[in-house]
């Protein structure tokens, strides 16, 4: 009980952390490590949450492949630091009255009485395999087999799209 | 979560990795002294018996040389960079099974240090993240050729990445587990690498380009990037990069011998012993190559990844599909 | 061997809403395209990580399944946004998104 405590409060401590390295870091490199804390840190608490095939999955997928495709292309285009770092005047302003205005709301939402009965319960004791590769394929083999065919059509279009970009001549 | 699982844990953990990091210097002599015979030398004899401790020597230089850091590197990336590749490839060794159970103080306690039904996964998981410790390097030097060492390596390593997934996939399918001590119960009578040979030689392949050795050694070629991605570093952050690939040919070895050659399984011996003799020979093999194959061309290698290794094991999954389904 | 599960729906809620507006923040503050990517990626954890929590109070694996997609529509999405990211820094040496405000090429 303590234990599961104390790693949540760990992970959650990193994840904010690193979040916050990601959009005030200088140096785009910087940022992008900051994001793969976040990334680990959330695959952290899909273990505690019993997902352990998608604690796998984000680390191989996330954090393997997309994050080091990202540092690539930040080493191949070699961009400095950003200068000035944020936008500028009314632009910054309002980003972040507006990022105020999403954050109230979305903790209206989860705080607010109906959800809150709900979600701050007895956590109930989840059936033996959960979270398992098999639990998932069970499902995403049956009730998602259409979605899961058209999510494979996307990432044909996806590959062919960055092919045709990159094969492009540019004056 | 009791006591006895803590201490029982704590234990495993301490034996299994001071055994890796300890064996990692007589990886070294053994890699030293094969080469030389297959060059018609003799190899390292004049410290201690048959030059066994010549690799402490040199260890023991490395820890004494001067560290240093270049003065336009980026400082904190400098230095995480070679630690990461040693604790990711210490981290995937968590979790390959050495031998069956033991019963001991009347505890049934199983030889690996932590079985997680996405065993597999976790290990794949894992050396992609070894990557980071390439690239960062390349990166945070702020010099070409490691840069270039980089770059390199980060394109090797998430191509061949995907042959070598698709390649153990073909073994789930078979195996029905991701769970790398019930793949190893399972191949008791039959090692999976009689009915997958070509995913076996997929795997083999992809995993010496994983872990940068020779004839895949690209981003660290010495005759054209001058030692790549670790050209400016020196002393114990050198030594670390150096630890971080002889431990990740031990899990590349020990995923291979635990999903294709029969994990611990062997007549008469000891489950753990077989394991060893099975790990001995592999690495044998990883040098061996490395005397054989001269090194392949930058667009040779992604060539042979991508047009090659790849169309090779979905060819293998969809055979392997068809079999299984039949 | 599962953690015993005792942190609440609701603490695992505030933290993914911290997250996500974190990413906020940074698609509208910042200039670079890379960054803004990254923040975008943030929001997608941050939704993940609500789904996953949603799934384990209520025993069921759908929600398993969304973050599957997620995970692939941003690795789609990635793939196809750093080709643009390329392909806008060689024709105007820029990764900034203010400075690509024309619409000739």
Known sequence: MLISAFLFAMFAGIAIGCSLGVIFHRNPVHCALMLVGVLLSVSGLFILLNASFLAALQVLVYAGAIMVLFLFVLMLLNLKGENPLLTRGAAKGFGILFAIVVFVELLWTVLSPQVEAGSMGAVPTVPRGFGSPAAIGRVLYTVWLYPFEITSILLLIAVIGAVVLAKRKFG | ?326 | MTPAPIIPLVYYQVLAAIIFTIGVVGVLVRRSALIIFMSIELMLNAVNLSFVAFSRQHGSMDGHIFVFFVMAVAAAEVAVGLAILVAIFRNRDTANVDDVRLLRG
Do not use: C
């Open chain 2, 1 to 326: 979560m009791d006591t006895a699982f803590l201490i029982e844990s704590v234990i495993k953990v301490h034996i299994v990795l001071g055994f890796v990091l300890l064996v990692v210097p007589f990886i070294v002599w053994m890699e030293r002294k094969v080469l030389g015979h297959m060059q018609d030398r003799i190899g390292p004899e004049r410290v201690g018996p048959f030059g066994l401790l010549q690799t402490i020597a040199d260890g023991i230089k490395l820890f004494m040389k001067e560290d240093l850091v270049p003065a336009q590197a980026d400082k904190a990336v400098f230095i995480l960079a070679p630690g990461i590749t040693v604790v990711t490839a210490l981290i995937a060794t968590t979790v390959i099974p050495w031998g069956d159970t033991v019963t001991l103080f009347g505890r049934t306690i199983p030889l690996h240090i932590a079985d997680v039904n996405v065993a597999l996964l976790f290990v794949l998981a894992t050396t992609s993240m070894g990557v980071y410790g390439v690239v960062l390097g390349g990166w945070a030097s702020n010099s070409k050729y490691p840069l270039l060492g980089g770059l390199r390596s980060s394109a090797q390593m998430i191509s061949y990445e995907l042959a070598q997934g698709i390649s153990l996939v073909s073994v789930v399918l078979l195996a029905g587990t991701l769970s790398l001590a019930q793949i190893a119960r399972q191949q008791a009578h039959m090692w999976y690498v009689v009915p997958q040979f070509f995913g076996f030689a997929i795997y083999v392949i992809s995993g010496i380009a994983e872990t940068n050795r020779a004839p895949f050694d690209l981003p660290e070629a010495e005759t054209e990037l001058v030692a790549g991605f670790h050209t400016e570093y020196s002393s114990m952050k050198w030594a670390f990069y150096f630890l971080g690939e002889y431990a990740n040919m031990m899990v590349v070895s020990g995923v291979a011998i635990t999903v294709f050659l029969g994990g611990w399984n062997g007549p008469v011996l000891p489950g753990p012993v077989w394991f060893l003799i099975k790990l001995t020979a592999f690495l044998f093999f990883f040098i061996w190559l490395r005397a054989t194959f001269p090194r392949l061309r930058y667009d040779q290698l992604m060539a042979f990844g991508w047009k090659v290794l790849l169309p090779a094991s979905i060819l293998n999954l969809v055979v392997t599909a068809i079999v299984v389904a039949l």
